[in-house]
């Protein structure tokens, strides 16, 4: 994204939910599904356990929803529940704050599909999908953001602040999954392939200059080795020689 791509009339202005919802658009978002999905484990936890399940371990337990959504909207199943509590020595309750006073657990909440999300969710676990994505980040344990205050901007590490870095780049403590990860179902073949040799011809004009690079051998050298990237417009050509 460079300065003035949105200055005058754009040419996406014109973009409008006709296009956006064309069934190209769709199908470009269900295959982005396809490829990008990253596995990250795949099996079962050696051990897991509902509530329900550890406190029966204990002896005969009348269990009773209560309640069929966060909100509680239906009331049904609450005389239920009352009646079950009469018999029970004990009464455990399992409650939580609905989502209309944690606002914050909005961001994560789907409660309805658009189109393209249902598409891709039948796409990702009924059909015969190899995940082949890797993560564009790094996860961190949970103990980094207390290590990085919201008032440091660095992106490399401080060590007299004790700032640990920021970014896969410059993050060199420990975390959970690495830059890049991916697990899949396939094996995998690796080799080195011959990249196609290409050139840029670039017209430099008077306010852009050229750059020296360090070479480790002496020999032939290019006139002008080199250019920085903001220097060149967007309209530059790449050529196949």
């Not at 670039?202 to 852009?208: D, M, S, T």
């Amino acid at each position: 994204m460079r300065l003035g791509f949105f200055d005058g009339s754009p040419s996406f202005k014109s973009l409008g939910k006709d296009h956006v919802c064309s069934d190209e658009h769709i199908e470009v978002a269900a295959e982005a599904a396809r490829e990008g999905v990253v596995l990250l484990k795949n099996g079962v936890p050696c051990r897991y356990a509902t509530p329900l399940d550890d406190i029966s371990s204990y002896g005969e337990v009348i269990y009773e929803m209560g309640c069929g959504e966060m909100a509680c909207w239906n009331d049904s199943l609450i005389f239920p529940a009352t009646e079950a509590a009469k018999e029970a020595g004990v009464t455990l309750l399992l409650m939580g704050l609905d989502l209309s006073i944690e606002a914050e657990s909005w961001i994560g909440y789907l409660d309805i599909l658009d189109k393209k999300e249902v598409k891709a969710l039948p796409v990702l676990f009924l059909e015969n999908i190899i995940p082949e994505g890797r993560l564009p980040l790094a996860w961190y344990e949970s103990s980094y953001v207390d290590m990085l205050p919201m008032t440091s901007m660095p992106l490399r590490p401080v060590d007299s602040f004790g700032y640990p870095g920021r970014t896969y780049k410059f993050y060199n403590g420990s975390i959970v999954y690495p830059f890049g990860y991916g697990l899949s179902c396939t094996e995998f073949k690796n080799e080195l392939a011959s990249p196609a040799e290409a050139s840029l011809d670039i017209k430099l004009n008077r306010y852009q200059q050229c750059h020296d690079l360090n070479y480790t051998s002496e020999g032939y050298r290019q006139s002008c080795p080199a250019v920085f990237v903001d220097d060149l417009s967007c309209d530059s050509q790449l050529s196949k020689i």
